[in-house]
C-alpha cells in the first residue's frame, strides 16, 4: 500500500533553514510527480510547490519562491523541501502529496514552527 | 492574484443531499481546471476524494460525486451520512508558474 511519511519538522527561529523528507513506499516512485501542501494552525490548506516525476519541472507558490527548493532522490525513494530564510507566516504543518494530478495519497504531515 | 471560492460554511441533515461549489476568480470553471476534492476532518490529513471533475478514487464513497454546474466545479454528497462531517477543500489547476490553488475550504456539519 501506498505510505508516505513526513519528518524534519522542527521549531526555528525566523530566518533559520530547515530540510523536509517525505519517505515514500508501496508505489514506484519515479513514475509520479509529488506536492507539498501545507496548513498553518487553523487555517486552510496551501499549495506550495510540485514536482514532475523526472525532476526536470518544478513550480513553486509565490509565497515561497526563491526561499524554498525541492529536490526528489529516486534511490531513496524520498522527497525533500529545502526551506530557507524562514518567517513566521511559514509555520504550518507540511504535507507531502502523491500524483502530479490527482493528490490521490497524502501523509500524516510534520510540523514546522518559526517564531523568535 | 488567483481566487477559489467556496461556501465557508454549509449544514444538511442526515440523509439529505448537498452540493458545495468551487469558483474561480478567473472565470468559469471547465474541466480544464483539473477540479479535485479532498475531506479533511479534525486532527487528520486531507484525503482525495474526486480529481479531473467527476473521478472517484476507489476509496470514495458512492455517495460522492463530482461535476461542473453553473460555471463552477461542485461537490455532491446525496444520503449525507454523520461520518460526512468534516471540512471540504476543492483544488483548481492554472498552469503556468503557479499551478495550482486550493479554496478556502467548506465546513460541511451534519445535523
Known amino acids: 500500500q501506498v505510505q508516505l511519511v513526513e519528518s524534519g519538522g522542527d521549531v526555528v527561529q525566523p530566518g533559520m533553514s530547515l530540510r523536509l523528507s517525505c519517505a515514500a513506499s508501496?508505489?514506484?516512485?519515479?513514475?509520479?510527480?509529488m506536492h507539498w501542501v501545507r496548513q498553518a494552525p487553523g487555517k486552510g490548506l496551501e499549495w506550495v510547490v510540485v514536482?514532475?516525476?523526472?525532476?526536470?519541472?518544478?513550480y513553486y507558490a509565490d509565497s515561497v519562491k526563491g526561499r524554498f527548493t525541492i529536490s526528489r532522490d529516486t534511490s531513496k525513494n524520498t522527497l525533500y523541501l529545502q526551506m530557507n530564510s524562514l518567517r513566521v507566516e511559514d509555520t504550518a504543518v507540511y504535507y507531502c502529496?502523491?500524483?502530479?494530478?490527482?493528490?490521490?495519497?497524502w501523509g500524516q504531515g510534520t510540523l514546522v514552527s518559526v517564531s523568535s | 492574484q488567483t481566487v477559489v471560492t467556496q461556501e465557508p460554511s454549509l449544514t444538511v441533515s442526515p440523509g439529505g443531499t448537498v452540493t458545495l461549489t468551487c469558483a474561480s476568480s478567473t472565470g468559469a470553471v471547465t474541466g480544464d481546471y483539473y477540479p479535485n476534492w479532498f475531506q479533511q476532518k479534525p486532527g487528520q490529513a486531507p484525503r482525495a476524494l474526486i480529481y479531473s471533475t467527476s473521478n472517484k478514487h476507489s476509496w470514495t464513497p458512492a455517495r460522492f460525486s463530482g461535476s461542473l454546474l453553473g460555471g463552477k466545479a461542485a461537490l455532491t454528497l446525496s444520503g449525507v451520512q454523520p461520518e460526512d462531517e468534516a471540512e471540504y477543500y476543492c483544488l483548481l489547476y492554472y498552469g503556468g508558474a503557479q499551478p495550482w490553488v486550493f479554496g478556502g475550504g467548506t465546513k460541511l456539519t451534519v445535523l
Open positions: 508501496g508505489f514506484t516512485f519515479n513514475s509520479y510527480g
Open positions: 502529496a502523491k500524483d502530479e494530478w490527482e493528490l490521490s495519497h
Open positions: 514536482i514532475s516525476y523526472d525532476g526536470s519541472n518544478k
